[in-house]
């Protein structure tokens, strides 16, 4: 499976952000998916997961309330809606696919896309 993700970029703090991540190379609804960031010197973290149907969605707590993850599976691409966005969400965003149909934590990955900047200024 093929993950390309688009949508990062630069951004006041306060302003919002969609990431989208479109997927190839196997059937995307039979899968669940998820984003995950990488700040500056720090490792890599869950941030949101979605199941394959789209109707179980999962959040770390540092994003709930402000981040909503949702998916076109028709248009094989999962989407990242992040609003009040605050300095400490500058990271590269990573697109991820998990091997099965439904999240569960520490689940394994089968593929990573390269990697959208987010940027959010002070």
């Known amino acids: 499976v093929q993950l390309v993700e688009s949508g990062g970029g630069l951004v006041q703090a306060g302003g919002s952000l969609r990431l989208s991540c479109t997927a190839s190379?196997?059937?995307?609804?039979?899968?669940?998916m998820g984003w995950f960031r990488q700040a500056p010197g720090k490792e890599r973290e869950f941030v949101s997961a979605?199941?394959?149907?789209?109707?179980?969605?999962y959040y770390t707590n540092s994003v709930r309330g402000r981040f909503i993850i949702s998916r076109d599976n028709a248009k094989n691409t999962v989407y990242l809606q992040m609003n009040s966005l605050e300095p400490e969400d500058t990271a590269v965003y990573y697109c991820?696919?998990?091997?099965?149909?439904?999240?569960?934590?520490?689940?394994?990955?089968?593929?990573w896309g390269q990697g959208t900047l987010v940027t959010v200024s002070s």
């Open positions: 991820a696919a998990y091997g099965r149909p439904r999240y569960e934590e520490n689940s394994a990955l089968d593929a």
């Open positions: 190379g196997r059937t995307f609804g039979n899968y669940a």
């Open positions: 979605i199941n394959w149907s789209g109707r179980g969605t």
